[in-house]
């Protein structure tokens, strides 16, 4: 699991885990926590202006 303090949205690449797409942080090369997924995905939403 990624450790990073912040992860910018740049820095996120998605990869194929089984049947699961799983976001990773490129720096580090670990799968983002809990926390930073959920924080990523708000980040996503509000950025491409759908509603929650």
């Known amino acids: 699991m ?4 912040k992860v910018h949205l740049y820095e996120v ?3 194929l885990n089984g049947m699961v797409v799983v976001p990773v942080h490129k ?7 809990e926390k930073q997924a959920d924080k ?3 980040e996503l939403v ?3 202006g759908f509603e929650e």
């Open 2 to 5: 990624c450790d990073c303090s």
């Open 13 to 15: 690449e998605f990869k």
């Open 27 to 33: 720096n580090c090369g670990f799968a983002l926590g």
């Open 40 to 42: 990523l995905q708000k």
């Open 46 to 48: 509000k950025l491409w």
